[in-house]
């Protein structure tokens, strides 16, 4: 696959999203930029394709607005969304899907799995996850979706790693064969 005028933008507010971002950046040796800092990046000339990875936060795929405002929309070829979402969960991952394609028309998605330390994360976001967990919890066990019993099992052990990097080995063998 041609390099060529390509970049990878990512939103991250623990580093896992970012981690991934960096990986895929440097097997491809792109350039590689958070979205708060990427104006500058945007505005050089002749970039043809972008790549995003944003996590999920609250059933919200983060920085797709922020990022459509300032690359084209038509040139983001794929996200890579980053969660706890279960990859079994077609609803959670199509209502995922709807929001990328409400900004990135073009894009394909891609799920990747996530990390979470609860005993690291701000206050606010501590709170968050009680809510969410309290909320879940009042749920029979079958009323809950895939991603929320993940939520909840995910908020009990306080530590969750669901990252894997060979994920992306996997996309760049079929990106680099197209
Ligand atoms: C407050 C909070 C809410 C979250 N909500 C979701 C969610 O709705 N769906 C999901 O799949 N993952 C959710 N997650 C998990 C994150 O997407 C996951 O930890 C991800 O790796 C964070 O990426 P980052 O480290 O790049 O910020 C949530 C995590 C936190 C802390």
């Given at each position: 696959m041609s390099k060529t005028n390509a970049v990878v933008i990512y939103a991250s507010k623990?580093?896992?999203t970012e981690a991934y971002a960096k990986d895929f950046a440097t097997a491809l040796d792109l350039p590689v930029c958070d979205y708060h800092k990427c104006p500058a990046l945007a505005a050089e000339p002749g970039i043809e394709k972008v790549?995003?990875?944003?996590?999920?936060?609250?059933?919200t795929v983060a920085g797709l607005p922020e990022i459509a405002h300032v690359f084209d929309p038509d040139i983001v070829e794929r996200v890579f969304v980053v969660g706890m979402t279960d990859p079994e969960d077609k609803e959670t991952i199509q209502f995922l899907e709807d929001q990328v394609h409400?900004?990135?028309p073009r894009a394909s998605v891609s799920l990747l799995g996530g990390k979470i330390d609860i005993d690291k994360v701000s206050t606010s976001d501590k709170m968050l996850l009680k809510v969410m967990y309290a909320f879940e919890k009042r749920k029979a066990m079958g009323e809950r979706t895939p991603t929320e019993q993940r939520l909840?099992?995910?908020v009990e052990s306080r530590q969750t790693d669901m990252t894997d990097m060979t994920l992306i080995e996997h996309l760049l063998e079929n990106l680099q064969k197209n």
């Amino acid at each position: 696959m041609s390099k060529t005028n390509a970049v990878v933008i990512y939103a991250s507010k623990y580093g896992t999203t970012e981690a991934y971002a960096k990986d895929f950046a440097t097997a491809l040796d792109l350039p590689v930029c958070d979205y708060h800092k990427c104006p500058a990046l945007a505005a050089e000339p002749g970039i043809e394709k972008v790549y995003v990875f944003a996590p999920i936060y609250r059933r919200t795929v983060a920085g797709l607005p922020e990022i459509a405002h300032v690359f084209d929309p038509d040139i983001v070829e794929r996200v890579f969304v980053v969660g706890m979402t279960d990859p079994e969960d077609k609803e959670t991952i199509q209502f995922l899907e709807d929001q990328v394609h409400d900004y990135m028309p073009r894009a394909s998605v891609s799920l990747l799995g996530g990390k979470i330390d609860i005993d690291k994360v701000s206050t606010s976001d501590k709170m968050l996850l009680k809510v969410m967990y309290a909320f879940e919890k009042r749920k029979a066990m079958g009323e809950r979706t895939p991603t929320e019993q993940r939520l909840v099992e995910m908020v009990e052990s306080r530590q969750t790693d669901m990252t894997d990097m060979t994920l992306i080995e996997h996309l760049l063998e079929n990106l680099q064969k197209n």
